[in-house]
């Protein structure tokens, strides 16, 4: 008997993070939701600016609501392919809406072209499925 609550509250743990990670996903969604009503206002507010700084405001909300659907596509899917286009939107963010310097440009440009690299020649056929 105590075995079998013993294994009982076992998978309860180990299904916890599972569930945790749903609730996060959620969430997240939630504040998806508020995130493109935020970049349909951007968009539809293209007076009062110049054209630079509407652009720039455009790109910034657009890629953070990029970048969060795709780590609520990580936390769903459990997959290194997720991961990995997690971290090219969130490094091409910051190239694309950021003002940076050319070396830390330079420098993002490379880790993108690695991280691609790696996934092309890395990753096998089991690493593009969901794991569970």
């Known amino acids: 008997m105590p075995n079998s609550k013993r294994e009982k509250w076992h998978n309860i743990v180990l299904r916890m993070p599972v569930f945790l990670e749903k609730i996060a996903a959620i969430l997240l969604l939630i504040g998806v939701m508020y995130g493109i009503f935020n970049l349909i206002l951007a968009?539809?507010?293209?007076?009062?600016?110049?054209?630079?700084v509407y652009i720039e405001n455009l790109m910034s909300t657009a890629f953070s609501v990029i970048i969060v659907i795709e780590f609520i596509r990580m936390?769903?899917?459990?997959?290194?392919?997720?991961v990995v286009?997690?971290?090219?939107?969130a490094i091409a963010r910051g190239l694309v809406a950021g003002h940076e310097k050319p070396l830390n440009a330079l420098i993002s440009i490379i880790a993108i072209a690695i991280l691609l690299a790696c996934r092309k020649f890395l990753f096998h056929?089991?690493?593009?499925e969901e794991e569970i």
């Open 43 to 52: 968009v539809l507010d293209f007076g009062g600016t110049s054209f630079d």
């Open 75 to 82: 936390l769903i899917r459990h997959s290194m392919n997720t």
């Open 85 to 89: 286009e997690v971290l090219i939107f």
């Open 125 to 128: 056929d089991f690493d593009f």
